[in-house]
């Protein structure tokens, strides 16, 4: 047989789909809640009507995203054991305890207090309608906590042990799981990702409807929020995957060289920023490097060896070669090189364009309409400056702006990517093999049929999701009724009010 065609390459590829498919709703889901939560808070405690509108238009928003990203997760565990028996027989035990909590802990607070928000807007108080979305907010971070620590615990096996007779994995100690400094880095630094995903959408589609002259003042407030969390969890993408680095390297220095492709030992250790030539026998055909980096990456100083890939593969085959039966330890370098790029390029533009926008709305470049047309009090220099300098920085800064959407999402995605792909051969990282994980009595054609079904499945799912998006994204916040402006101070309102009992939600789907 083929080995490109494979049942275990098949289920690998239909896994990766579903995975970065799905992981395009995770971080919207995540940041989303939070700051629609932020927004709502700022109602409550101002009375001013643009947080209102603006809350119930983020909050559209969240809605349409989180029901995609339920659908197509519930799918992702099909697959378990449909293609991965023989993963879920192995590690069942340990690797089912963190899920078990996202599913009974974290989806329990989303769906119970979702459901909640969604139809208490005319039913519920202010404050406790507010703690709803907020615990919301709080069981999506659990949920990514919750997964991320059983990821982690692929990454990075502890607080297991293997049983003799069955040959099974244990779990003996599941605050080691869940509290390893494996989770706990990924984390942070996946949840920074997803409020960077957030700040973007947010920016871009409020740029949009500036750009346009629309809804201006809940616009101008959306654009500041959004570039804040940009800049904010820019930084902190950069702090917590400089943390992650150092952990992956001592864990798996595989991945760090081939995240480089750095083949032999070198010291002090370049990082390459870009490259040509094939990466599989070299990067250094042509290649601007910076030195030192990689050191600093690996050890926190400039000047210290990083093993090469073919050293470490060396120590690996030694180590683990005869148990498992594998001759060679190197993953996909093409693929980990490049990955790893585009991730940490996306990513930081991403953060540019943030900085970039704060500065030119702060230097007032980026004049909403009423503030080029002088009806604010702005002084006669920033007018005249704005006028000239404005209309060209605006024409390409909201462009700019717009495309941002997409760079936290591509980021992640080759991030995802890059993790996943840069520990094999391992689906348990020295404990499990990817070829011994798969399902024996899983075909070739059985494999393509579900990996087929799925992705025209998904294809159909994303025409859905995207034209929902654009409807309500284009229509932009809605207009508030005296209900809005007046819900009730008790739970149930006045039921004495015929009226009101007779008044339909204004916030439900």
């Known amino acids: 047989?083929?080995?490109?065609?494979?049942?275990?390459?098949?289920?690998?590829?239909?896994?990766?789909?579903?995975?970065?498919?799905?992981f395009l709703f995770v971080p919207l889901t995540i940041s989303l809640a939070?700051?629609?939560?932020?927004?709502?808070t700022a109602w409550v405690r101002t009375g001013k009507e643009k947080y209102?509108?603006?809350?119930?238009?983020?909050?559209?928003?969240?809605?349409?995203n989180?029901?995609?990203?339920?659908?197509?997760?519930i799918l992702q565990e099909f697959q378990f054991g449909?293609?991965?028996?023989?993963?879920?027989?192995?590690?069942?035990?340990?690797?089912?305890?963190?899920?078990?909590?996202?599913?009974?802990?974290a989806f329990f607070?989303?769906?119970?207090?979702?459901?909640?928000w969604i139809f208490g807007w005319d039913r519920l108080p202010q404050r406790i309608h507010l703690a709803c979305i907020w615990m919301v907010a709080i069981g999506t971070i659990l949920s990514a906590y919750f997964i991320l620590a059983a990821n982690s615990w692929m990454q990075h096996p502890v607080g297991y042990r293997i049983d003799e007779e069955s040959g099974r994995a244990e779990l003996t100690d599941i605050v080691a799981v869940l509290t390893q400094n494996t989770a706990v880095a990924q984390f942070f630094h996946t949840i920074a990702a997803a409020f960077l995903a957030g700040g973007a959408f947010m920016v871009g589609i409020a740029a949009w409807h500036l750009m346009r002259g629309n809804h201006v003042p809940v616009m101008r407030s959306s654009l500041r929020v959004g570039l804040v969390t940009l800049v904010v969890s820019g930084l902190l993408v950069a702090a917590s995957g400089d943390r992650l680095g150092k952990i992956m390297y001592e864990q798996q220095p595989m991945k760090m060289a081939a995240a480089e492709a750095l083949w032999d030992t070198e010291a002090p250790a370049p990082f390459s920023l870009f490259a040509i030539g094939d990466v599989d026998k070299g990067h250094n055909t042509v290649a601007i490097e910076l030195p030192g980096i990689l050191s600093f990456l690996a050890h926190d100083n400039f000047y210290e060896a990083v093993p090469g890939i073919n050293d470490t593969n060396e120590e690996l085959k030694e180590k683990y070669g005869e148990k498992f039966g594998i001759d060679d330890f190197r993953p996909n370098i093409a693929v980990t090189y490049w990955g790893f790029r585009w991730m940490i390029g996306f990513g930081m533009a991403s953060l540019g364009v943030g900085l970039l926008g704060l500065w030119l709305t702060r230097r007032r470049f980026l004049l909403a309409p009423e503030l080029r047309t002088g009806e604010d009090e702005v002084p006669r220099l920033a007018l005249t400056r704005g006028r000239v300098l404005g209309s060209r920085l605006e024409r390409w800064y909201w462009r700019l702006a717009v495309l941002t959407i997409g760079f936290p999402l591509i980021a992640s995605s080759w991030g995802w990517i890059f993790t996943e792909m840069g520990r094999q051969p391992w689906v348990v990282y020295g404990v499990l093999p990817t070829s011994s994980a798969v399902s024996p009595g899983v075909s070739q054609g059985e494999v393509i049929t579900s990996m087929a079904i799925y992705t025209l499945l998904y294809g159909v799912l994303a025409v859905v999701e995207i034209k929902l998006l654009l409807k309500y994204a284009k229509a932009g916040p809605p207009e508030l009724t005296e209900a809005d402006l007046?819900?009730?101070?008790?739970i149930?309102?006045?039921?004495?009010?015929?009226?009101?009992?007779d008044r339909p939600m204004a916030f439900s789907y």
């Open 109 to 116: 607070f989303e769906s119970t207090f979702i459901g909640l």
């Open 1 to 22: 047989m083929d080995l490109a065609l494979a049942p275990e390459t098949l289920a690998r590829w239909q896994f990766g789909i579903t995975t970065v498919y799905h």
């Open 52 to 64: 209102l509108r603006a809350t119930k238009f983020w909050g559209k928003l969240f809605l349409i």
């Open 486 to 490: 007046n819900p009730p101070k008790r």
């Open 82 to 105: 449909m293609n991965w028996s023989d993963y879920s027989r192995f590690v069942g035990d340990v690797f089912g305890a963190p899920l078990a909590f996202e599913a009974l802990i």
């Open 34 to 40: 939070s700051l629609t939560a932020g927004l709502q």
């Open 66 to 73: 989180i029901a995609l990203g339920v659908v197509t997760g």
């Open 492 to 501: 149930g309102g006045d039921h004495h009010d015929p009226e009101q009992q």
